[in-house]
């Protein structure tokens, strides 16, 4: 979804991260500060979905209508925990 991909962009820029920098990427696998950020709001979203469906097409509306509706506060919690934890 474009919509993860311009929010993990906008929680770097809040914080004045750059973009390929690797400050988050503590466990050192050589990624950069936007693929650990991703990384870690699509775990949240997968983790997050009511039927506990595991991949993208698993899916129903109704497990997507929730994920969606709740997007932004599963970001905030990603953010929370990089920035405030």
């Given at each position: 979804m474009r919509v993860?991909?311009?929010s993990a962009r906008?929680?770097?820029?809040?914080?004045?991260?750059?973009y390929p920098g690797h400050e988050l990427d503590k466990a050192r696998r050589g990624k950069n500060n936007f693929e650990v950020l991703k990384g870690a709001i699509d775990k949240k979203i997968k983790g997050a979905s009511p039927s506990g469906a595991?991949?993208?097409?698993?899916?129903?509306?109704?497990?997507?209508?929730?994920?969606?509706?709740g997007l932004n506060?599963?970001?905030e919690q990603v953010?929370?925990?990089?920035f405030n934890g």
């Open positions: 993860i991909v311009v906008r929680v770097l820029s809040s914080h004045k991260l750059p595991t991949k993208r097409a698993e899916l129903s509306n109704h497990d997507l209508d929730i994920l969606i509706s506060k599963l970001i953010e929370a925990e990089y």
